[in-house]
């Protein structure tokens, strides 16, 4: 089930009839989009004006051709010295097949191969070919309708996710950038612009932070310099730390679930393509709710927090604090940052700041001026809300004069 923006469905259903014309000269049943209604969401821009956004929700309805009584249901790519695994929609891939090497069951032969096929016979038995040996595997069946419906599927899967997330492309123009890069340039758009998932990028009718990373990094031209510049995304150390940090994390994953497994292989590879930008801008994400949960833990583990408030509502006072993280999000008024922060007594702070405030990073201590907004709580332990923080602690008051006669 696929949830479409209206003004993505003429364009969704212009790719299928692309792709069953090509169904059709492999002799495989095409693929048909069975409506489902539509959903409408009352938004507002960001110059405050309502207006519908309507959804169409959309099945994909197919059947998936056998050879020989055996079913494709995944294609295993080797990527530097892992293995991606790319199952066909509604087919589970065996997890041992993670790990597997690049021989061929049928023929034997342990050889360098790109790829192999895993397929399943009718009484649930899996093995992997090679595509060579595909043919004669299959009792001299041509193994072309199979490889290409596999093609057609995955083109499939593609088009719908694209549409889905409001179909907005990369460009072009230079060499795909490396791991390391790429990831350093997330880092630096989630901290000025804010984390924007694709399914949160689909709702915001927006770029997803993935997909404007990809641009930055491939587009050369004056728009995208401009727009660099006005968004002052230029990196810094603390954006190659956090990158350097996500990556090295990500690399230790070895497969809780299908996404940390191709989350681990991908960074391990250190190969950026744009079926593999999706899940690797995803890392820096991934690792920031990684250490907020370690963080998490160390604090009950150690009770090194305070549990109480600090000071009046409204009262406007000085604090000496350490800032324990900072997370950038895409708010309805542009880019905010969460700063959580604790105080020389180990009381916890917390301060929504519009944009990005660079004069602080994680683990620095500082010496504040705040305004105390709420008494909160977070996760049970209390905290402190502050607003219009500023460098600095509070200047004394100058003692009035008192008038002589």
């Not at 950026?272 to 920031?288: E, N």
């Not at 602080?360 to 504040?368: H, V």
């Amino acid at each position: 089930m696929y949830k479409i923006p209206a003004f993505n469905v003429e364009n969704l259903q212009a790719e299928i009839t692309k792709l069953n014309k090509r169904a059709a000269k492999l002799s495989v049943d095409p693929v048909r989009l069975i409506p489902h209604g539509t959903e409408v969401e009352k938004r507002t821009n960001r110059v405050g004006v309502e207006y519908d956004f309507v959804w169409h929700l959309f099945e994909v309805e197919g059947a998936t051709p056998k050879l020989a009584g055996w079913t494709l249901v995944a294609v295993i790519e080797r990527i530097g010295d892992e293995n991606m695994v790319r199952n066909v929609p509604g087919e589970s891939c065996p997890e041992h097949f993670r790990g597997t090497d690049t021989r061929c069951e049928h023929c034997g032969t342990d050889r360098r191969r790109n790829e192999v096929f895993v397929l399943r016979n009718e009484d649930g038995k899996h093995v992997q070919v090679g595509r060579t040996c595909l043919a004669d595997f299959l009792g001299g069946k041509s193994p072309e309708a199979i490889l290409a419906f596999a093609e057609f599927i995955f083109c499939l899967s593609a088009e719908c996710r694209e549409e889905e997330s409001g179909g907005f492309g990369w460009g072009g123009g230079r060499r795909a950038p490396d791991c390391d890069e790429y990831l350093q340039t997330v880092a630096i758009c989630i901290r000025k612009l804010g984390w924007i998932s694709g399914k949160a990028a689909s709702i915001q009718d927006c770029q997803s932070t993935a997909n404007l990373a990809w641009s930055v990094c491939m587009v050369n031209t004056t728009h995208m310099q401009k727009f660099i510049k006005e968004n002052d995304l230029h990196i810094q150390d603390r954006d190659k730390e956090l990158a350097s940090a996500a990556r090295e994390w990500a690399k230790t994953l070895t497969g809780a679930n299908d996404y940390e497994y191709n989350l681990g292989v991908t960074c391990r590879a250190g190969i950026v393509a744009s079926k593999t930008q999706g899940v690797i801008a995803s890392a820096i994400a991934a690792y920031q709710k990684h250490m907020d949960r370690v963080a998490e833990l160390n604090m009950k583990a150690k009770e090194e927090y305070l549990d109480e408030h600090v000071g009046e509502l409204k009262e406007r006072r000085g604090f000496k604090v350490t800032v324990k993280a900072m997370r950038s999000f895409d708010g309805e008024y542009g880019v905010k940052t969460l700063v959580r922060m604790k105080d020389d007594a180990g009381r916890v702070l917390v301060w929504w700041a519009a944009g990005d405030p660079d004069w602080m990073k994680e683990g620095g201590e500082y010496e504040i001026t705040g305004t105390v907004k709420e008494h909160g709580a977070y996760q049970g332990r209390k905290q402190t809300v502050l607003c219009r923080v500023s460098a600095g602690l509070p200047k004394p008051k100058k003692a009035k004069k008192v008038k002589t006669v």
